[in-house]
Structures are given as structure tokens and as C-alpha cells.
């Protein structure tokens, strides 16, 4: 890909197609200055040209018989993936801890959940993804469903069995799709997670800008080496919903990344790992502080953890993550990916130096230190069974049903997806039935600090349900 648009620039050649900025020349000198007029001379159409041999080249980077990227974010590959898998009236089953794109999708697809509930650990008050164990159950008891999504690792850090929920899952002749959005680096380095298109995972989703060094946007799509997904019905899947103006900056980030790691990334997540263990030992001295670390493991349904999730319990300094995660943004200039109730998370990289886990350390140090006064009430999560919910309508027919607004939901059957984030995990799905713990609980997240952007009333004073 870099390759072709060097060319495309060094041949002098002027287009009078697309796009019509002209490779920069169109572009005011603010914009410019800001973006960076490179950027747009890098946008040419004619890029698209070289995307298969840059996918076949990818795949082979990480043993995965065929790769396909894309450019509107995980978002759309997680749509392209259960749409190949599934359709109208068919049953999948997947883990409920699960981003909102994989709701979209079964409202796009008209498909059926058979909801996973993943396993809550009430020491960490966290969720873990189900067992093998779990998944071989469900699909005995439900026969009929037609695809298996896991949700590995989760935005903790701790992952599956993947290995060995796809044999339970090809023993029976059905698909496992793996949202890995978080594990693009897995394939580059021996002592991270297990990749899961690696693990005889049928489709694998990859964000390759969370852990990899693709722009915003990037993605990608890892067909394992089974005879389950016909990747012809993969890209005519894909071709239904993507843009058709793809950009040469999300293919030229995807295929230079991918080129970075093959030659350098075992020697730079290495660094990587080095670097984070010595933060999780620092960090884990400091008082007030509790660190997790590799001994998470084997707790309950953890089978791998990406030690580049670096996990911060904050409560002992008497606040919540969502404060300590604001304090350290606003006071230290240093945003974090996550918090929640009781802790922070912060997702490390090859790219950050070591001024740059000095610059992290010393900012939780500070934090520590002195943290600031409680600003909100301090949020109890409930376990994850008093928050399980019926699914009382499929998601597809209760998105497009009549709807209202009411003060009281209880009991009436939700029309709206609400996903505190991070992470995007949706506590209430379309179709699902309102109970007092549920209301309670986004309500009292809201008050903490919780942030909750779809749903339909911001405030949450009232809540979109199906009319009766």
C-alpha cells in the first residue's frame, strides 16, 4: 500500500476524478497546517488497487488463511461477520458481555440472541468471558443456533479459552466468530494471549488502532483455516454495507503496521512487556494502590491476560475510578482508557517510551498522594445476575416498534440500546424487559460519573419502550 501511493505521487500524474482536493492543492492553509498537507496526498483513489496483495500479506503475517480489511471502523467488520453467519430468524449464540455494534448488527441481520451470560467475579466486580464449559452447555441446550460470538479479551485484559471453546463449537458444526478487538498485537509476541485465529477461531474482528498502530477506523477481518465461513458470502456481506470511497490513509496505516510488526514486533512489545512489568511493580508499592497482575489468571474463567492492560483499583484512596480517571486527565494531562467504579485502566503500548510510563507512574503516584475529595456518590455494582434481563421481543422488532417515553420502565420492554462507556457494553438491549435493579443501577452510575451517550434521554429521567 505505501508502496503504491509513493508511486501515484512520484509519477506526476494529475487526476481529474476523485477526490477533488487535488492531493492537497484544494486544501486552505488551516486545514493544512492542522491535518498536515501529506495527509492528503496520500488520499488517492487508485490505492485500493493493491489492497489484495496487502491483505494476502497480512494474513500470512499472522497464519490466518485470508485477511480482509476495513476502514469504517470494527463497527462494520462485526456487522459483515454476523451477517455471514446469520439472517432473519436464526439464533446465534453470544456472550452478553458484549460491545453495541454486535446489538446493531442483529437488529441489521433480523437474527435471534442466545445470550452467554459471562461470568461475574465478585472479588474484582468485573466480568470474565465464559468458559468452554459454558458454551458446550449452551449449545446442548439450544441445537439450532447457527454461529458462537466470543467477546476475548475484554477491555480488563483477561481473556478466553478460545482454543477450547472452538472445538466445543466444531464439534458441533458451528462457526465461532471472536471479537479480538483488543488483540491485534497477540499474533507478534510469544508471551501475549494466544491469537485467537491462531486458537481455531472461524472469523476473528481485529482493531488495529487500540493496541496496533492503525489510524482510527482501521480494521480488519481473519478467516481461520476451516471449510465453516465462505469467504465469497464474507466480502459480498461486506460489500452490502461499506463505503465505496474507501481511504488510502486507513489501508496504507493497516498494511505499515502490519509491515512494523512482521520485521520489529517481537522486539518491541517485548520492550513493551518489560516496561509494564516494572510500572505494575512500582505502581503496586504505592499505598492507597492495588495492581492487577498475572496471578489473575486461573481466577474463575481467565485463561489468558494481556499484560499490556494495565488495571489500577483506586477505591482504597476513597474514590472511584471514574474521578481518579478525570483528576488525572485534568491535574496530569494524562488520559486514561477506562474507569469504572472501583479502578482505572490504562492500555500500554510499544510506543510508549520510557518518559512515557515515567510520566504515567508519577502521575498515579501523585494521585495517590493527595487524591482529591470525593465529588460524587460512590457506585456498588451489582452482581451481573440482578441484572440479567428477559428478552421479552427480538432486538430488531423492538427497534422498529412504536415507541414512548416514560419516567417509570420498569417492567416494559426497552426500545433503546443504553451502554454506559467505556466500554460500550450495552446494560439494556432493545427487545429486553426493564427491572427496578437495572434503573437503579444506570441511574446511580449516571449520578457517579458513568457515561452514557445513546441513550435516547440523556439524563436518564425517562427511557424509550415499546408502546403496549
Known sequence: MLETIDEFRNAGTYSFGLPGHRLGRGVDERTAATLSRGVFEADIEVAKQAVPEAEKLFADAVGARDAVFTTCGSSISIHTALLTVTGPGRRILIDRNVHKSVVASLILAGAEPVWLRPRWDYE???????????????????????????????????????????????????????????????????????????????LTIQSLHKAGGGLCQSSIILLGHGDLVDPVDLRLRLDLITTTSPSALFYGSIDGWRRHLAAEGEHLLGQALERAARLRERLGAVPGLAVMGPDIIGHDSVAEWDPLKLSVEVADLGITGYQARAWLESEQKVLAQLGDARRVICALSYADDDAAIERLARAFEALAAAPPKPDRPSLAIPPLDELNLEQAMSPRDAFFARTEQVKDPVGRIAAEMISPYPPGVPAVLPGERFTAPVVEYLRAGKAAGMTIPDASDPDLETFRVVRE
Open 124 to 202: 474484582n466486580e468485573i466480568a470474565h468471558p465464559a468458559t468452554a464449559g459454558d458454551v458446550s452447555e449452551a449449545l446442548e441446550r439450544h441445537p439450532d443456533v447457527s454461529a458462537v460470538l466470543a467477546i476475548t479479551p475484554t477491555e480488563y485484559g483477561t481473556g478466553a479459552d478460545v482454543r477450547g471453546i472452538a472445538e466445543a463449537c466444531h464439534r458441533r458444526g458451528v462457526p465461532l466468530l471472536v471479537d479480538e478487538a483488543w488483540g491485534a498485537h497477540f499474533p507478534f509476541h510469544p508471551d501475549l494471549p494466544t491469537a485467537a485465529v491462531r486458537a481455531g477461531a472461524d
